[in-house]
């Protein structure tokens, strides 16, 4: 039943490679076999130096975004069967490379962290919880959904050459807090994300939004930061219920 | 060196909520994960977390008094009682500080968090978050770590991820930090400190067929065993009725809350045919409905002879999307089954660890300084067998508490610094082990034995199980170990080195697998996730104790402990 691929993989060792290469594997693949089980096959029977990351095989950690056949993708959602019978592996752009296909993500949560990405209420927390209507909370959908994979990060061009754009997934998450009808910070967080290497050097190519595994659309959020920033920008008394 | 007051070790529910609570107390705490927190399984729970909040229409008289007999039933009695009804009591207020710190859970019509029925329970009183409760937790904490992070400006609160620990330190009985290699540049390094809280989450690794993630070895169940942690109850552990057939993946048992059936391949709701599950139907407890869709599978009425199917259609498009989002893309993407459209493939597979390390209601285990909680702690709060949604209130529970007595501990002295001879003496050990691996030139490849490994205690330590099977999986696992000494490595250098990560785990795996499998035969009788064919009854008189096992000079011995049963006479469970 199993059926042979190619992977053709990249290798690097910053510490001693000059130059990275592409090592080419062949695979047998099963019915049903994601490209994370087929790296875990590498890994366990050819090369066991290969590196790269994974935990819950299941599409909710993030930690296995990769440049899968022309796209980023989650390794462990990617079915070998719906691929070429060559598969091209890469790891995530616009990060240094630790080995192989392991990226440091260190700025990809910096910016994280500089959006400040915690709920800021307005009165104490005490007591039982705070009421949101069930339309408040749908406006969370998706955008919740986020799991911090940075395959929106490595697909925006202006991150290729901007190293402090924030970026798609801490621009969406700025969004999360925003619209989040408990949180109370709108001035803060709108300044947070409002200078030059914020949302308006969103070109809006919706690469984040054509990768994005879990539907956060990052593209949307950043429009509505714009939208909520201009809005009050036009008119000092703009809130954003009214949107 | 790296010292702090409170070495945390894990960044799950359990490990973040213990770090919040060191920091509230103003006391310093180094988090050391081997994985970025987010990535901890914690983010895969899916159904909810237990509370008696009596949101729903039908929860009105739900009481944390109720919530902990549930549980205390549900447990087939081995729970500590007065442990089950602290945390059901202080569960509440846990659930509104989530919602307080952010947490997005889905609502009820006037705007409260919602509930949802689980098994076992008596009224609704499942919060949740569509079906991915984990993840919004998980999230919830971290961010607020990343507050508190920032505010101290990451001195007093500090998260070393991909630092994996390879040991406990113990100075005189005392716990005194850890050893742990960075994974990204291969180095060892000392974290001293004067407590240690343990938060190393599941073991379902240890079996083949289980929804646990990949990092969910047991080797962090292990590192304090091996120090003089003893572990409890390891033999009972959790089957999930539905696990995808195709490859594990969990579908939440909220999918049954929410109305969904169990077929055979008759079409029929099989599950009314069994005395045990006759009423309770699909919301009869997890141990109870795996064994009888396990009988369903052996009597050959399984769909193509393997599986059962859930099936959700009649619960409608919008309920299956608002209600159940991430299990619809789990059966597409893994099973290539629409539950809109089509039944879901499933079958019972390796869950939950409800054993653990021996820690009392107070988080505190016989090594002084060092606690534990969350999933790789036995306080034991879920018994023989642990209703759905209770342990993720285990580990904000329970990771609270640990917080509090830790610095509480450390405030109070917490012992003397220790020598730094001693530590610099551990720390070579613990480097040559390295080095001697890496060379480790033997002929056995590491993960074919982890794979003989789990298809052994799936055969052995299943969910039906006899003293003839276990035995055998018992010779197994000890020729396995053999074969481990002769294992040689695939990769020789120090950087994102895995092969070497896998390797060192393993080791733990296969402890753990003789801790279970000892227990599991010692124990002659059937009590909630242990069914024994060759004893198939409960036996108050002489197994109402818990298994405790420890490690000494390289070897498993195991002993019996009492248990609380002070607020509850043991009866017969019925459903
Ligand atoms: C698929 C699935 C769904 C579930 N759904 C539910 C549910 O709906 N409701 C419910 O109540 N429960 C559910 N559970 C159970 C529950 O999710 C877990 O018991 C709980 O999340 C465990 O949390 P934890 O903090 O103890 O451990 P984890 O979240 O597993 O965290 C363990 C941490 O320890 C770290 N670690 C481990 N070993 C080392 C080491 N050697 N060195 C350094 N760090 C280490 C890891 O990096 C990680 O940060 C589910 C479980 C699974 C598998
Ligand atoms: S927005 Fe999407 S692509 Fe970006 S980090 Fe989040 S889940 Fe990944
Ligand atoms: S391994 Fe968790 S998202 Fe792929």
């Known amino acids: 039943m199993a059926e042979t691929k190619t992977f053709k993989v ?152 901007d190293d402090e754009y924030l970026g798609p997934a801490a621009l969406a998450k700025a969004n999360r807090f925003l619209m989040d009808s408990r949180d109370k910070a709108d001035e803060q967080r709108l300044a947070l994300v409002c200078d030059e290497h914020g949302v308006f050097r969103c070109h809006t190519l919706f690469n984040c939004q054509t990768v994005c595994p879990k539907n956060v659309d990052p593209t949307a959020n950043i429009a509505n930061l714009k939208r909520q920033i201009i809005a009050r920008q036009l008119n000092p008394k703009f809130s954003k219920k009214g949107i | 060196m790296i010292t702090s007051d409170v070495i945390v070790v894990g960044a799950g529910l359990a490990g973040l909520r213990a770090a919040l609570e060191l920091n509230r107390h103003n006391v310093k705490v180094a988090v050391v994960t081997k994985v970025h927190p987010v990535r901890s399984h914690s983010v895969a729970a899916q159904g909810g977390i237990n509370a008696a909040l009596s949101n729903h229409p039908r929860g009105k008289f739900d009481s944390p008094e109720l919530h902990a007999f549930d549980t205390i039933k549900g447990s087939d009695y081995l729970a500590d009682q007065k442990a089950v009804l602290k945390m059901t009591t202080e569960g509440i207020e846990r659930i509104y500080e989530l919602e307080h710190w952010g947490a997005p859970f889905s609502r009820t019509e006037d705007g409260r968090i919602a509930q949802r029925p689980f098994g076992g329970a008596g009224f609704p009183r499942t919060c949740y978050a569509t079906d991915k409760t984990g993840h919004v937790l998980l999230h919830t904490l971290y961010e607020q770590a990343l507050k508190f992070e920032a505010a101290s400006e990451r001195a007093d609160m500090q998260i070393f991820d991909e630092w994996f620990v390879t040991r406990l330190i113990v100075h005189n009985g005392s716990a005194k930090g850890v050893i742990a290699l960075n994974i990204n540049t291969g180095e060892l390094e000392i974290f001293a400190g004067r407590a240690v809280i343990w938060a190393t989450g599941g073991s379902g690794r240890v079996f083949g067929r289980t929804s646990n993630a990949y990092i969910n070895t047991g080797w962090g169940m292990c590192v304090p065993f091996y120090e003089g942690v003893p572990l409890k109850d390891m033999e009972f552990i959790q089957f999930h009725p539905t696990e995808l057939y195709t490859n594990n993946v969990l579908i939440t048992e909220g999918a049954r809350g929410e109305g969904g059936f169990l077929l055979n391949n008759k079409q029929e709701r099989f599950l009314a045919n069994y005395e045990d599950s006759a009423k309770a139907m699909e919301m009869a407890p997890r141990d109870i409905v795996a064994r009888n869709m396990q009988r369903e599978i052996l009597a050959g009425r399984g769909v193509e002879g393997k599986y059962i199917h859930l099936d959700l259609r009649h619960l409608g498009k919008k309920k299956i999307l608002e209600r159940l989002p991430g299990i619809r893309m789990h059966a597409i993407h893994f099973a290539g089954v629409d539950p809109i459209d089509q039944p879901i493939p499933v079958a019972p597979g390796q869950h939950y660890t409800m054993g653990g390390l021996d820690v009392n209601l107070n988080t505190e285990s016989k090594v002084k300084g060092f606690f534990a909680a969350g999933e790789c702690a036995c306080v034991s709060v879920h018994g023989s067998n642990r209703l759905g949604g209770n342990s993720l209130l285990e580990t904000v529970v329970f990771g609270k508490i640990a917080g509090e007595y830790a610095s509480a501990y450390f405030k109070d002295g917490g012992g003397t610094d220790v020598p730094v001879i001693f530590l610099n003496q551990i720390l070579k050990e613990e480097e040559d082990k390295i080095i001697r691996l890496l060379e480790s030139k033997g002929k056995e490849n590491h993960s074919a034995i982890k794979h003989e490994l789990g298809d052994t205690m799936d055969l052995g330590a299943g969910i039906f199980r006899e003293a003839r099977t276990m035995n055998a999986s018992l010779e197994k696992v000890k020729e396995l170990k053999e074969r481990y000494g002769q294992i040689g490595l695939n990769s020789s250098g120090r950087i994102a080195n895995f092969d070497l990560l896998w390797a060192i785990q393993l080791k733990g795996s296969l402890d753990l697998a003789e801790v279970i499998l000892r227990g599991a035969i010692n124990r002659q009788e059937s009590r909630g996730a242990q069914f024994r064919t060759d004893y198939p009854m409960r036996d108050d008189k002489n197994w109402m104790k818990h298994t405790v096992a420890r490690w000494k000079d390289g070897t498993i011995h195991l002993g019996y402990s009492s248990v609380d049963l002070s607020l509850h006479k043991a009866k017969k469970r019925h459903y």
């Open chain 1, 10 to 161: 990249f290798r690097f060792k910053p510490q001693t490679d000059k130059k990275h290469r592409f090592d080419t594997f062949k695979v047998p693949c099963r019915p049903g076999m994601t490209v994370l089980q087929a790296l875990n096959y590498i890994q366990e029977n050819l090369d066991g130096s290969l590196a790269y990351r994974s935990s819950c095989r299941e599409g909710i950690c993030g930690s296995c975004a990769m440049h899968i056949n022309g796209k980023y993708r989650l390794a462990c959602e990617t079915q070998v069967s719906h691929l070429s019978a060559s598969i091209t592996i890469r790891p995530m752009a616009h990060m240094d490379i630790i080995r192989d296909l392991v990226v440091d993500m260190t700025p990809f949560f910096e910016k994280l962290k500089a959006i400040k990405p915690y709920l800021i209420p307005g009165d104490p927390d005490e007591g039982a919880e705070r009421i949101q209507t069930q339309d408040e909370r749908a406006y969370l959908d998706y955008i919740v959904d986020c799991i911090l994979c940075g395959a929106c990060y490595a697909s925006c061009a202006v991150n290729g050459y």
